[in-house]
């Protein structure tokens, strides 16, 4: 499956952005789905990720109830609506894919390209 992530921005503390990643190529809602983000000069972390159905979500706990991750399976698309930002959550976010396991791991198998977002103090 081909993802491709968009949305991100340039926003100031306290604002919102909300990101999207368009899959392509197969059946999307095989997929369980997840954003995860790498700031400069660190690793990259899991942010939050669905289930195929939608119905299991599951967050770090630095962004927990300031993030929704939600999924479209009629638009192929999965989204990330982030609010209360904070400089911290400056980082390219990128989106994933996997077909076996949903949640905090690092195996999924398909990745997008990524969307900066920056959030200025």
């Known amino acids: 499956v081909q993802l491709q992530a968009s949305g991100g921005g340039l926003v100031q503390t306290g604002g919102s952005l909300r990101l999207s990643c368009a899959a392509s190529?197969?059946?999307?809602?095989?997929?369980?789905m997840a954003w995860f983000r790498q700031a400069p000069g660190k690793e990259r972390e899991f942010v939050a990720g669905?289930?195929?159905?939608?119905?299991?979500?599951y967050y770090t706990d630095s962004v927990k109830g300031r993030f929704t991750i939600s999924r479209d399976n009629a638009k192929n698309t999965v989204f990330l609506e982030m609010n209360s930002l904070k400089p911290e959550d400056t980082a390219v976010y990128y989106c994933?894919?996997?077909?076996?396991?949903?949640?905090?791991?690092?195996?999924?198998?398909?990745w997008g390209q990524g969307t900066l977002v920056t959030v200025s103090s």
């Open positions: 994933a894919a996997d077909p076996v396991r949903a949640g905090l791991h690092n195996a999924y198998d398909f």
């Open positions: 190529g197969r059946t999307f809602s095989n997929y369980h």
């Open positions: 669905i289930s195929w159905s939608g119905r299991i979500t």
